[in-house]
Structure formats: C-alpha cells, structure tokens
C-alpha cells in the first residue's frame, strides 16, 4: 500500500513541464512496440513535423492518441451509406414527392412520411411503415429536426418532423 495515493491513481508519473508553454503539464509513457510499428511511427512522424527535430515521435503518438480518444467516445455514429433496401426507399419517397408538389421541401412530419412509405412500399399497417421510418434515421437519411439527439423507435410519434439529411 505504500505506492497508492488517495486519488487511487497508483503509481504516479514523472512529469514535465513544458519550457515554452508554461502551465502545460506532459507525464512520461514508457512503452514497448515492435521494431517494424517504431520505423513506421518514426517515418510518419517526419512527414507530420519535418521541422521538429526533438519531440516530433511524442507528438504524433499524442495526435494519435486523441483520434483515438475521439473515435472510441464518438457515440452518435451513422453509416454513410445506407443499405440499398432503405436508400431504394428515400429515393422512391423523394421521387414522389417531387412528382406531386413539384419541388422536395427540407423536411417532412412523420404522419406524412408514414403515408408515403405506406403508399410506395404497399404496407398496410402503420407500425411496419413507422419501423422503416427508423431505419431511414439509423442510416442517416433523415434526422429529427427539433432538436432531438437521439430517438428510440418508441418515441417515434406523429409530432416528429424529419428534416432530410441525404437528398437522392
């Protein structure tokens, strides 16, 4: 018990203050890779700063480490490209759209889309018609436009106003 600190830290860390940038703080990482994956860093890191001559390796594996960081605590994913089912789907609704009023306005309340997902994939029942209206949000084709983060396929209601993210 004689190395813990009551922050349940445990060991603690050399630190170095940086001479240039008073105030900033960097702790030492010592680790162990592959002499392939150092050779690689070391090229990658010439490329990033080919003017730094001292430090260039730290700073591209903390470059590295904060797209690391962003990419693992980044929750609000979407595809990119939407399965071909569902974008067969938003395109067939846009096109008809179009053909009635003649323009694709920006967004559209949920009573409607759920009536023009009935009407082009010939569904009867509103339930089936309000589950693809999820998949088109999952996928990114629409999102809600109030302001809502995140929806679960419950709280998808008539009051909801899509907004189109992805125009076909």
């Known amino acids: 018990m004689g190395n813990s600190n009551s922050s349940g830290e445990g060991k603690r860390r050399a630190k170095y203050e940086l001479k240039r940038l ?23 890191s010439r490329r990033l700063f080919p003017e730094i ?20 605590l980044h929750s609000d994913t979407r595809r990119v490209n ?3 089912t569902t ?12 053909f009635e009023h003649g323009h694709l306005a920006p967004d559209i309340p949920h009573r409607v889309l759920r009536q023009y ?17 999820y998949k088109m949000y999952i996928e990114g084709i ?21 907004e189109w993210v992805m125009v076909l």
């Open 22 to 44: 008073p105030g900033v703080v960097k702790y030492k990482l010592t680790i162990y890779i592959p002499r392939e994956q150092y050779e690689k860093l070391d090229e990658v």
């Open 53 to 72: 001559h001292r430090g260039r390796i730290s700073l591209t594996v903390q470059r590295a480490i904060d797209f690391f960081i962003a990419y693992y």
């Open 82 to 84: 939407p399965r071909p």
């Open 87 to 98: 974008q067969e789907l938003a395109r067939a609704i846009q096109e008809q759209i179009r």
């Open 117 to 133: 997902i009935m009407y082009v994939r010939r569904i009867k029942t509103p339930r089936h018609a309000d589950s693809w209206a």
């Open 142 to 162: 629409i999102k809600p436009r109030r302001g809502e983060n995140k929806i679960k396929p419950e709280w998808i209601h008539d009051d909801v106003i899509w």
